[in-house]
């Protein structure tokens, strides 16, 4: 599975930015994908996921109501839709996808993804 992931760039608080991954090489429906961010010093963390059509989708409490996952699976594409964009949300925000349906718990841990992209910067100024 190769991942690409776009979309990052500097932006004010308060503004938005929209990310995408586009996904090649499996059957992208079969793909259990996540994103998630990692700040300079720290360590990578989980921001959101959904289930495989897109219709369930689970948050990080740090992003709830902020943030929206959603994929298309006609265009072998997630998204990660980023309003009201904090300081704090500067990271380098990855893609990941696992060939075997996970489980939401499951889906909010690192480890649990064999497949990653190679990154996208989101800079929120203040």
């Known amino acids: 599975v190769q991942l690409q992931a776009f979309g990052g760039g500097l932006v004010q608080a308060g503004g938005s930015l929209r990310l995408s991954c586009a996904a090649s090489?499996?059957?992208?429906?079969?793909?259990?994908m996540g994103w998630f961010r990692q700040a300079p010093g720290k360590e990578r963390e989980f921001v959101a996921t959904?289930?495989?059509?897109?219709?369930?989708?689970y948050y990080a409490d740090s992003v709830k109501g902020r943030l929206t996952f959603s994929r298309d699976n006609a265009k072998n594409t997630v998204y990660l839709q980023m309003n009201s964009l904090k300081p704090e949300d500067t990271a380098v925000y990855y893609c990941?996808?696992?060939?075997?349906?996970?489980?939401?718990?499951?889906?909010?841990?690192?480890?649990?993804?064999?497949?990653w992209g190679q990154g996208t910067l989101v800079t929120v100024s203040s």
């Open positions: 990941a996808a696992d060939v075997r349906p996970l489980n939401p718990p499951v889906m909010r841990i690192p480890q649990s993804y064999d497949y």
């Open positions: 090489g499996r059957i992208f429906s079969d793909l259990s």
């Open positions: 959904g289930s495989w059509d897109g219709s369930s989708t």
